[in-house]
Every structure is written in C-alpha cells, then in structure tokens.
C-alpha cells in the first residue's frame, strides 16, 4: 500500500513534500503515472481546493524488469 499527500497552500502544491508551483497538470500527470486512477485524482483534486490537503492510498503497480 503507497500514500500520497497532496498539499496545497495558496496557488501551490505539495505531494510528498515536493514543492510543484501552481501546476495543476503536472499534478494530475505525476499522480497518473503513479498509478492512480482518474476517478481518485478527481477525488483528491476536489478535496485539495476544499480543505487544502488530501491523503491517496493505493497499491503500488509495479511493472516487471526486461
């Protein structure tokens, strides 16, 4: 199980203690590639501009070594 935190102050946010800027895709991009679905990326979007941070807990996709 991997954790997430999103965080954001003002315009900025924050996963994992990154600081990210206002990049609102970049965010959606990073989380994507992480393997979160577009439904929790929604989700946690939603609650960040609400409540200012959110937690995603998933499961880790691994992909094999070639």
């Known amino acids: 199980m991997r954790t997430i935190h999103i965080l954001r102050s003002g315009r900025n946010y924050f996963?994992?203690?990154?600081?990210w800027g206002d990049d609102e895709e970049g965010v959606m991009l990073y989380l994507r590639a992480k393997g979160?679905?577009?439904?929790?990326?929604?989700?946690?979007?939603a609650e960040v501009a609400q409540a200012?941070?959110?937690?995603?807990?998933h499961e880790a996709v691994t992909q094999p070594v070639l």
């Open 36 to 45: 979160v679905s577009p439904d929790d990326i929604t989700k946690a979007l």
């Open 52 to 57: 200012g941070q959110y937690l995603i807990q």
């Open 15 to 19: 996963i994992d203690g990154i600081f």
